[in-house]
T-cell receptor, first 114, second 112 residues
Framework: GAVVSQHPSWVICKSGTSVKIECRSL??????MFWYRQFPKQSLMLMAT?????????EQGVEKDKFLINHASLTLSTLTVTSAHPEDSSFYIC??????????FGNGTRLTVT | GENVEQHPSTLSVQEGDSAVIKCTYS??????FPWYKQELGKRPQLIID?????GEKKDQRIAVTLNKTAKHFSLHITETQPEDSAVYFC???????????FGKGTHLIIQP
């Protein structure tokens, strides 16, 4: 089945630093990748949609200058949390879709900002 | 705005009984409705999905029904087992969006 790999699975960083999270589709070409954020005991909230080779589309309320998304190839998208603050601590999950196939999720990244 | 409502937020059933989780959506143009199961600290796993051209889909103990007129869809789990305990999310693709919009989730607890 389709596999989406996300790295790292967890990261602890200091306030003010930046963190990069990678999302790779291992056995299919992901024309579209999505980034979600999930706070404890809450649902997944879509942050942004990225299409290979074009700028990401951000959901309302998500700062594009803070959450930088790059989708440089059909198998890789990255999310960089810039100048991280404790309130950015969350579970970040990417998902990928190739054509009309169902969405496949990565394993998620637990970010803790101290 | 466009959204997905999910009920109940918590559901406790006796092992062996059935569980039903319901979702409503606002966009009549939505045509894809997946259900995800998420265990604590793990990624959501697709368990079943349905497209708008069918009214019901079944996979062993799991079934999903869709009522397009009423704009609601439901997840049915029969003969529940302890391993069914998890948080379940419904989702839909809503107008103007490309990604999935999720319901708030249902914490399903299977009592032994």
């Amino acid at each position: 089945g389709a596999v989406v790999s996300q790295h790292p699975s967890w990261v602890i960083c200091k306030s003010g630093t930046s963190v990069k999270i990678e999302c790779r589709s291992l056995d299919f070409q992901a024309t579209t990748m999505f980034w979600y954020r999930q706070f404890p005991k809450q649902s997944l909230m879509l942050m942004a949609t990225s299409n290979e080779g074009s700028k990401a589309t951000y959901e309302q309320g998500v700062e594009k200058d803070k959450f930088l998304i790059n989708h440089a190839s059909l198998t890789l998208s990255t999310l960089t949390v810039t100048s991280a603050h404790p309130e950015d601590s969350s579970f970040y999950i990417c998902s990928a879709r190739g054509g009309s196939s169902p969405l496949h999720f990565g394993n998620g990244t637990r970010l803790t900002v101290t | 705005g466009e959204n997905v409502e999910q009920h109940p937020s918590t559901l406790s059933v006796q092992e062996g009984d059935s569980a039903v989780i319901k979702c409503t959506y606002s966009d009549s143009a939505s045509n894809y409705f997946p259900w995800y199961k998420q265990e604590l600290g793990k990624r959501p796993q697709l368990i079943i999905d349905i497209r708008s051209n069918v009214g019901e889909k079944k996979d062993q103990r799991i079934a999903v029904t869709l009522n397009k007129t009423a704009k609601h869809f439901s997840l049915h789990i029969t003969e529940t087992q302890p391993e069914d305990s998890a948080v379940y999310f419904c989702a839909a693709i809503l107008r103007g969006a490309d990604g999935l919009t999720f319901g708030k989730g249902t914490h399903l607890i299977i009592q032994p």
